[in-house]
Nanobody
Framework: EVQLVESGGGLVQPGGSLRLSCRIS????????IGWFRQAPGKEREGVAC????????YYGDSVKGRFTISRNNDRRTVYLQMDSLKAEDTAVYYC????????????????????WGQGTQVTVSS
């Protein structure tokens, strides 16, 4: 079983940056896809970005392309989400999740693919 713990959320002004971290414990992580999702009040959970832990391939949601970057450090068992040029509409609780799947595709932006979830970290973009 995999456990995930997010950190790095907070309050930031529009146009600012934050870096979220997702620490992963449990079994070998090279066989996983890790995704970042977000959920704002009254809205459905939205796929932000995902990364294949073996070959680093990535997919991004349309609303964050060009502004957010997902990366991983397997030695540190951590996946990062660098968020730049933040907007008020990026305000949400951000979650990381794991999917044990050797096949990687754009469908990994769908939350139903994932088996394990972290507790979430709040990101608020406001002046």
């Amino acid at each position: 079983e995999v456990q995930l713990v997010e950190s790095g959320g907070g309050l930031v002004q529009p146009g600012g940056s934050l870096r979220l971290s997702c620490r992963i414990s449990g079994r070998t992580i090279n066989e996983y896809t890790i995704g970042w999702f977000r959920q704002a009040p009254g809205k459905e959970r939205e796929g932000v970005a995902c990364i294949n832990m073996n070959d680093r391939r990535t997919y991004y949601g349309d609303s964050v392309k060009g502004r957010f970057t997902i990366s991983r450090n397997n030695d540190r068992r951590t996946v990062y989400l660098q968020m730049d040029s933040l907007k008020a509409e990026d305000t949400a609780v951000y979650y990381c999740a794991s999917d044990f799947d050797l096949i990687f595709g754009s469908y990994h932006l769908l939350p139903d693919r994932y088996e394990s979830w972290g507790q979430g970290t709040q990101v608020t973009v406001s002046s």
